[in-house]
């Protein structure tokens, strides 16, 4: 089945440590997406990709990198730069559909982190 | 860019119809209106999108209001696996904009 497979799925990390969510699709889609979800809260972009080595700063891009080497990997490196870490963060995957301009969103299962 | 707002709870008895409002008062001529569900901790879901006619799929109705600042997303039977919490959103191609989640409470 196709779909966005996200790694690991809960991951705990000590104050100064980098960590790498991984997120993999098999959805043949262009664009890939990553967002942060907070208790209470809606979904903030952190980084999006259109296209292979190329990414582009979502709204709360300070202290993650990301890179797109692959069409289907889009790994997020929540580094030591971002003073609140701890959250839910999602990917996700599209495909412009027809020429409508109408974009759906894939996500895939979430990556729970808890800076300790 | 347009900013997405939503009640953030509301309670359906099961076997109504649920219509959940959005409000998108900013929202520009090309960006389309999405909805998608989340139960807690799995990644959103997909429902319905439209740009500016009311669309109906099998899961869902979304009507939107002429002028486009708002839109309504109708479950027509709630069942209680319909309790979640529902996401509008607006987008231009690749950037999307999501409210904060409106807590459907579908109760027997």
């Known amino acids: 089945d196709g779909g966005i497979t996200q790694s690991p799925k809960y991951l705990f990390r000590k104050e100064g440590q980098n960590v790498t969510l991984s997120c993999e699709q098999n959805l043949n889609h262009d664009a890939m997406y990553w967002y942060r979800q907070d208790p209470g809260q809606g979904l903030r972009l952190i980084y999006y990709s259109q296209i292979v080595n190329d990414f582009q700063k979502g709204d709360i891009a300070e202290g993650y990198s990301v890179s797109r080497e692959k069409k289907e990997s889009f790994p997020l490196t929540v580094t030591s730069a971002q003073k609140n870490p701890t959250a839910f963060y999602l990917c996700a995957s599209s495909n412009i559909l027809g020429n409508s301009g109408a974009n759906v969103l894939t996500f895939g299962a979430g990556s729970r982190l808890t800076v300790l | ?108």
């Open chain 2, 1 to 108: 860019d347009a900013k997405t707002t939503q009640p953030p709870s509301m309670d359906c008895a099961e076997g109504r119809a649920a219509n959940l409002p959005c409000n998108h008062s900013t929202i520009s001529g090309n960006e389309y209106v999405y909805w998608y569900r989340q139960i807690h901790s799995q990644g959103p879901q997909y429902i319905i999108h439209g740009l500016k006619n009311n669309e109906t799929n099998e899961m869902a109705s979304l009507i939107i209001t002429e002028d486009r600042k708002s839109s309504t997303l109708i479950l027509p039977h709630a069942t209680l696996r319909d309790t979640a919490v529902y996401y509008c959103a607006s987008s231009n191609f690749n950037k999307f904009y999501f409210g904060s989640g409106t807590k459907l409470n579908v109760k027997p």
